[in-house]
């Protein structure tokens, strides 16, 4: 069993940056696809980015390209999202998912692992 938790979140003004991070707990994930999910308001869940096991390949929604960046240090069992250059619509409540393969996937019924989210508010 993997427990996830989410750390980074809170309030940002427009322009501004925050970084993300996700602690995996109860086994290692290092040979686990990772990613970041997020709910904006009003709206369902969807995928902000994803990695490989190793780093190798990563993944980011047309919203998010360029502006954000996926890493993992799998020596800390850990992911995290970089996030720069916010805007209002990226206020979301951001989740950490793993799953039980190698090569990640862009659907949350593909991951198997959840963590509780943090929010992440963005002023403008």
């Known amino acids: 069993q993997v427990q996830l938790v989410e750390s980074g979140g809170g309030l940002v003004q427009a322009g501004g940056s925050l970084r993300l991070s996700c602690a995996a707990s109860?086994?290692?994930?290092?040979?686990?696809?990772m990613a970041w999910f997020r709910q904006c308001p009003g709206k369902e869940r969807e995928i902000v980015a994803a990695?490989?096991?190793?780093?190798?390949?990563?993944y980011f929604a047309d919203s998010v390209e360029g502006r954000f960046t996926i890493s993992r240090d799998n020596a800390k069992n850990s992911v995290y999202l970089q996030m720069n250059n916010l805007t209002p619509e990226d206020t979301a409540v951001y989740y950490c998912?793993?799953?039980?393969?190698?090569?990640?996937?862009?659907?949350?019924?593909?991951?198997?692992?959840w963590g509780q989210g943090t929010q992440v508010t963005v002023s403008s």
């Open positions: 998912a793993a799953r039980s393969a190698m090569f990640a996937a862009t659907t949350e019924n593909r991951y198997d692992y």
């Open positions: 109860g086994r290692t994930v290092s040979t686990y696809a």
């Open positions: 990695i490989t096991w190793n780093g190798g390949t990563t």
